[in-house]
């Protein structure tokens, strides 16, 4: 989790690889407003996508 994105790697055999990354475009860095944001949607969407791939 960062101020200008984030970046989850979770360990998961798909057809692209062994790890699946979420990257989020790039905000300023001085910019620290969308922090939370990004965190909530982390959290709200990435273990949904990794259950939809198959992904334990």
Same mark, same amino acid.
């Given at each position: 989790?960062?101020?200008?994105?984030? &970046?989850?790697?979770?360990?998961?055999?798909?057809?692209?690889? $062994?790890? #699946?990354? !979420?990257? &989020?475009?790039? &905000?300023? !860095?001085?910019?620290?407003?969308?922090?939370? $944001? &990004?965190?909530?949607?982390?959290?709200?969407? #990435?273990?949904?996508? !990794?259950?939809? !791939?198959?992904?334990?």
């Amino acid at each position: 989790m960062g101020t200008d994105g984030a &970046i989850s790697i979770a360990k998961c055999k798909t057809k692209g690889g $062994d790890y #699946f990354p !979420l990257q &989020i475009p790039p &905000i300023s !860095l001085m910019d620290h407003t969308h922090r939370k $944001d &990004i965190e909530k949607f982390m959290r709200a969407y #990435f273990p949904a996508t !990794l259950k939809t !791939l198959g992904c334990k």
